[in-house]
């Protein structure tokens, strides 16, 4: 079974199409990627999201939350996977006025439980470095116990697709 990396977008209920494609990203110079090399690159999906908003997401941080998802996936991990996925989710979320549901804690992969808590204020100091907006929106693994994603602006976007350590969650 293929790995999958996801990025959901939240939207507004004007702009919702039927949408379920899949396709591959032909000329990257569209998205401003004139110099990437996308020998390597994989297929690309984009669905819509049933499953936003879920009855235990807290979105209390939000104005207005989303009401409708579409989830832009890469078929392939990989970093120029991770960077097609982004200029793709940055191209439709500046289209859509979306913001980007990244779909875990950006900076943070899972590990060692003893260090987990030192991981996790690692992600959170990384995240808050950039300029935009990014919130965390919690929601229910189980057994009562509560865990958050990522949720941002176009503008934190942008500066996290230029950051070194650039990467989206898996």
């Not at 998205?31 to 049933?50: I, Q, V």
């Not at 120029?80 to 980007?100: C, D, F, I, K, R």
Request: hydrophobic fraction near 40%.
């Amino acid at each position: 079974m293929p790995h999958h990396d996801y990025t959901r977008l939240g939207r507004s209920p004007s702009r919702v199409p039927a949408v379920k494609r899949h396709g591959l990203v032909r000329e990257p110079a569209v998205l401003g990627l004139h110099a990437l090399d996308t020998a390597e690159a994989g297929m690309f999906f984009l669905s819509e999201d049933d499953c936003i908003l879920a009855e235990d997401e807290d979105y209390s941080d939000f104005s207005l939350p989303p009401v409708q998802g579409l989830i832009l996936a890469a078929g392939c991990s990989g970093q120029v996977n991770h960077v097609l996925l982004g200029h793709l989710a940055l191209a439709a979320a500046q289209w859509l006025h979306a913001t980007v549901d990244f779909d875990g804690v950006l900076g943070y992969t899972p590990g060692d439980q003893a260090e987990e808590a030192a991981d996790l204020a690692r992600a959170r100091a990384l995240v808050a470095t950039l300029p935009g907006t990014v919130r965390e929106v919690s929601y229910d693994t189980g057994g009562g116990d509560r865990w958050f994603r990522h949720v941002g602006d176009l503008q934190f976007l942008r500066a996290w697709l230029q950051h070194p350590d650039f990467r989206l969650v898996k």
